[in-house]
């Protein structure tokens, strides 16, 4: 089974970090299907199913291997070697017992938070979890883990066609970087060109530059954005990042060797700033304040230009945070660096989630695409999404990735018809995505028209499936519709003028069921 399938099909619920299935431990069923989600994610291993079920009835791995006529390899030993442990957690019950403790008011042991596919510690469930050490982040694995997906994505750009960019515009999740304890940040210092530097008690105090005879290529500038979450959780790596970046300008080093450098002597030359000031690479929210707003802007369809969502974002994203920790609003040096931006890029953390179902994605790193397109005189920059869900990393074109999701989420039966099961929140959460999509194209342009066209096909323009949707949930129908028809009038795509003619009427007819008027279903 697909990791995605195997996950979307355990609907568990967090109690408090606990797996159950409503109320229940997991099934033998379901404990397999986790734990093939769990060697994927861990081992990049597809694991022979056949295999997990014996080792869950209690058979050795390598028992378990021969049971299901396999050879011993070392690659499905170890990854079953590993399940061993999840595996007998996840036959036991230790939540009803940790709460009952923890009523009693008695002790109630600790353990970390964080994906459980990626992170198996987090077994067993039911324990007092802790997000993370912010003296000890990024880990060293994050390192590690940091400096490959900084290698993947420079490889990508340039198996493209294109030359190693001199500067970068990287979207930084404070929940990714708790799970994962700290690699995106890792990867942005990997970027250029520093690591993180630890006191002797191991506890984060500052960043160090990597010489170049060993980086063995350019500093590459990054204009980090952050997310409140990770402004609020997270105040000692913003100003380990910024270090990083004053530190690289600082350096004596030559230009075209050391790009943050080259930039920031430009910048503090057209802003007349200090150095330090020139060197400003970590942007986010004011104080108190969440969010670019441009998701609201889509979702609300009150706008005209996309240059109002770039400069929505600019006005909400524009508070530089320096190696003090405080912010300043530094909105025309943010325009400065993101007109030296050649691509733009996120990471993809968690399996539960995609680029197309929340908003947020298109929020962060669409808004500063679009950001990005505005400084560059109109000329949109790539776009990439660091794809981190399984062991074995890799970085597709927003476009990849969004005609990705839309086949194997949307328009994917097994994947609606689920949706559908939930009744009303399920046609809801259709229309999200439907939403997420166009938010997309309203940010970077870079979504298909095939896919507006294959989605009218599957929700509108049959009648059957329309007629389903609008008895679930009459006012998210009429939502698809619209989006679909808003999509063309923004020229999102160009459908012809039957498709467009049957898409308005379809969305007459769900206006007729909301103001209780409906005759008939239009064929």
């Not at 490959?148 to 515009?169: N, V, Y």
């Not at 500093?219 to 690289?248: E, H, W």
């Not at 947020?360 to 790193?365: E, G, I, R, V």
Request: with cysteine; aromatic share 6%.
């Amino acid at each position: 089974m697909h990791l995605s399938a195997a996950v979307l099909e355990l609907e568990y619920t967090l109690i408090p970090h606990g797996l159950h299935v409503a109320g229940r431990p997991l099934s033998e069923a379901q404990q397999i299907d986790m734990l093939l989600a769990m060697a994927q994610a861990s081992h990049d291993v597809a694991l022979d199913r056949n295999a997990v079920a014996a080792m869950v009835s209690g058979q050795t791995p390598a028992k378990a291997l021969a049971t299901a006529g396999l050879p011993s390899d070392h690659y499905s030993l170890t990854a079953l070697m590993g399940l061993v442990e999840p595996c007998a957690h996840l036959a036991v019950d230790t939540e009803v017992s940790a709460l009952l403790h923890a009523l009693d008011g008695r002790y109630v042991r600790p353990a970390p938070g964080g994906d459980i596919l990626r992170t198996p510690a987090v077994l067993p469930t039911g324990r007092n979890i802790h997000g993370f050490d912010p003296f000890r982040i990024p880990s060293a694995l994050a390192v590690r883990d940091g400096k490959q997906q900084a290698d993947l994505l420079i490889q990508r750009h340039c198996a493209d066609g294109t030359p190693l960019p001199e500067s970068i515009a990287m979207v930084l999740w404070g929940s990714d970087n708790l799970k994962n304890e700290g690699a995106p940040i890792a990867q942005a210092l990997a970027l250029m060109g520093a690591l993180p530097r630890f006191d002797s008690y191991g506890r984060i105090a500052g960043a160090t530059l990597v010489p170049l005879e060993e980086l063995g290529r350019p500093r590459i500038d990054v204009v980090m954005t952050l997310s409140g979450i990770f402004r609020d959780l997270m105040p000692l790596q913003i100003r380990l990042l910024a270090d990083a970046a004053y530190l690289a300008a600082s350096a004596d080093e030559p230009l075209e060797m050391n790009w943050i450098r080259k930039h920031a002597l430009a910048y503090q030359a057209t802003h007349n700033c200090s150095l330090e000031t020139a060197a400003l690479r970590v942007y986010g929210n004011a104080e108190g304040a969440y969010g670019a707003n441009v998701n609201n802007l889509v979702e609300s369809s009150r706008w005209d230009q996309e240059e109002e969502l770039a400069e929505t974002y600019k006005r909400r994203k524009g508070f530089a945070y320096g190696r003090t920790g405080r912010a300043v609003q530094h909105t025309a040096l943010l325009q400065s660096a993101l007109a030296d931006v050649q691509l733009t890029y996120q990471n993809l953390d968690s399996v539960e989630l995609g680029v197309t179902t929340v908003d947020n994605y298109f929020d962060t790193l669409g808004g500063i695409t679009q950001a990005v397109k505005v400084a560059r005189g109109g000329q949109t920059p790539p776009v990439y999404i660091g794809d981190q869900t399984t062991g074995n990393a890799a970085v597709r074109t927003l476009d990849e990735q969004v005609a990705l999701e839309t086949r194997t989420r949307m328009l994917n039966p097994k994947w609606y018809e689920g949706m559908l099961e939930h009744g009303y929140e399920g046609v809801r959460q259709i229309e999200t995505h439907m939403m997420n999509t166009m938010g997309w194209s309203a940010t970077t342009g870079q979504v298909q028209p095939w896919v507006y066209k294959q989605l009218s096909e599957t929700f509108m323009l049959d009648p059957a499936m329309r007629n389903r949707l609008a008895q679930l949930n009459p006012t998210a129908s009429a939502r698809v519709a619209n989006r679909l028809i808003e999509a063309s009038e923004r020229n999102y795509w160009q459908p012809d003028a039957e498709t467009l003619n049957a898409l308005r009427l379809a969305s007459e007819e769900l206006e007729d069921r909301l103001e209780g008027v409906f005759e008939g279903v239009h064929v």
